[in-house]
């Protein structure tokens, strides 16, 4: 399985007090619920790719109800060909679930055959597990997250109404997610895009085992990233110190071939002699072999005078 997949199976497994399983039921019915007219009869469904958010939302209609919902299973026709599971509720069964869970049945449209959404209502509660518990409904219905391996990171909620989507955003960033929201083709998308965020999201939704998979998934990440990035730098210097002894001894052995090393002034013709020793050392490892105390930049700075010679020589030919 996928890994959102993995943490929407980790949340069905929550057992919760009977206020936070209809809570968390209202978010799945404004996510994802439609009326629609199927063979005639008028039906609420709820449709998945996730069997075990349909037995989750099967179980709790039957608990909180005493109901037993119609289940229905199809392919989807286009990309990867999965299962789709329904959860349809009669007419006569939605008359007394939808009340329970916050709307009033009279002003719900009649359902047509492309489907009719239910107009989103603001839930009543404020007190910080009724959050979660619709946080984690909205996510089971509509959600979903990239792997924590995937290039970047990505959580996201597709809820069908603007003003859902700001309930969601609202709700996200009561907890400081700095959640975003853009509208796409069918609905609106609220979105988390760092890394630990998306770790605070799960962890208030009740997703630890996904949680600690993904925390582990993105050190390991942000490890192998430092040592990249470490290496590189390495590299970087590395071929910057063979550049320039290279240019040295370029120099050096003009000087040499020209004019003699022992015509230099004492304090140069010693770094070129030691050059010449050490072809494939390093200013500070050059700086150590050196008779009298210089530092890096005094060092370097001797290697310039002597490529001015050389440069003032070809000059005066």
């Given at each position: 399985?996928?890994?959102?997949?993995?943490?929407?199976?980790?949340?069905?497994?929550?057992?919760?007090?009977s206020?936070s399983?209809?809570?968390?039921l209202?978010?799945?019915?404004?996510?994802?619920?439609?009326?629609?007219?199927?063979?005639g009869?008028?039906?609420?469904?709820v449709?998945?790719?996730?069997?075990?958010?349909?037995?989750?939302?099967?179980?709790?209609?039957k608990?909180?109800f005493?109901?037993?919902?119609?289940?229905?299973v199809?392919?989807?026709?286009?990309?990867?060909?999965?299962?789709?599971?329904?959860?349809?509720?009669?007419?006569?069964?939605?008359?007394?679930?939808?009340?329970?869970?916050?709307?009033?049945?009279?002003?719900?449209?009649?359902?047509?055959?492309?489907?009719?959404?239910?107009?989103?209502?603001?839930?009543?509660?404020?007190?910080?597990?009724?959050?979660?518990?619709y946080?984690?409904?909205?996510?089971l219905a509509?959600?979903?997250v990239?792997?924590?391996?995937?290039?970047?990171?990505?959580?996201?909620?597709?809820v069908?109404?603007?003003?859902?989507?700001?309930?969601?955003?609202?709700?996200?960033?009561?907890?400081?997610?700095?959640?975003?929201?853009?509208?796409?083709?069918?609905?609106?998308?609220?979105?988390l895009?760092?890394?630990?965020?998306?770790?605070?999201?799960?962890?208030?939704?009740g997703?630890?085992?996904?949680?600690?998979k993904?925390?582990?998934?993105?050190?390991?990440?942000?490890?192998?990233?430092?040592?990249?990035?470490l290496?590189?730098?390495?590299?970087?210097?590395?071929?910057?110190?063979?550049?320039?002894?290279?240019?040295?001894?370029?120099?050096?052995q003009?000087?040499q071939a020209?004019?003699?090393?022992?015509?230099l002034?004492?304090?140069?013709?010693?770094?070129?002699?030691?050059r010449?020793?050490?072809?494939?050392?390093?200013?500070?490892?050059?700086?150590?072999?050196?008779?009298?105390?210089?530092?890096k930049?005094?060092?370097?700075?001797?290697?310039?005078?002597?490529e001015?010679?050389?440069?003032?020589?070809?000059?005066h030919?």
């Amino acid at each position: 399985m996928s890994f959102a997949a993995d943490t929407k199976k980790e949340l069905t497994l929550i057992s919760e007090a009977s206020s936070s399983q209809k809570n968390e039921l209202a978010a799945v019915f404004a996510a994802s619920g439609q009326w629609l007219r199927v063979d005639g009869r008028a039906l609420f469904v709820v449709e998945t790719e996730n069997v075990a958010t349909a037995r989750r939302i099967y179980t709790q209609v039957k608990t909180q109800f005493g109901l037993s919902a119609e289940v229905a299973v199809r392919r989807k026709m286009r990309l990867k060909k999965n299962n789709v599971y329904g959860i349809r509720l009669t007419e006569g069964q939605t008359e007394v679930v939808l009340p329970h869970l916050g709307w009033d049945f009279a002003t719900v449209e009649e359902p047509h055959k492309s489907g009719t959404i239910l107009p989103f209502h603001e839930p009543p509660f404020t007190d910080v597990e009724s959050v979660r518990a619709y946080l984690r409904g909205a996510f089971l219905a509509a959600g979903s997250v990239n792997a924590p391996g995937s290039p970047s990171y990505h959580l996201e909620v597709h809820v069908p109404t603007q003003a859902h989507a700001d309930y969601i955003q609202e709700k996200m960033n009561q907890y400081e997610l700095n959640a975003k929201q853009f509208r796409r083709k069918k609905g609106f998308i609220v979105y988390l895009k760092e890394g630990e965020k998306i770790v605070d999201f799960l962890s208030i939704i009740g997703a630890h085992q996904a949680l600690l998979k993904f925390e582990d998934r993105r050190i390991l990440k942000g490890m192998r990233n430092q040592v990249n990035r470490l290496v590189n730098c390495e590299t970087a210097n590395m071929n910057k110190t063979i550049n320039a002894a290279v240019r040295q001894l370029e120099t050096i052995q003009r000087l040499q071939a020209t004019v003699g090393l022992e015509t230099l002034p004492a304090h140069l013709r010693e770094v070129a002699e030691v050059r010449l020793r050490f072809p494939e050392a390093n200013l500070q490892e050059l700086c150590e072999r050196l008779d009298h105390r210089v530092s890096k930049s005094g060092l370097n700075h001797r290697f310039r005078k002597l490529e001015e010679m050389v440069a003032e020589r070809s000059l005066h030919r």
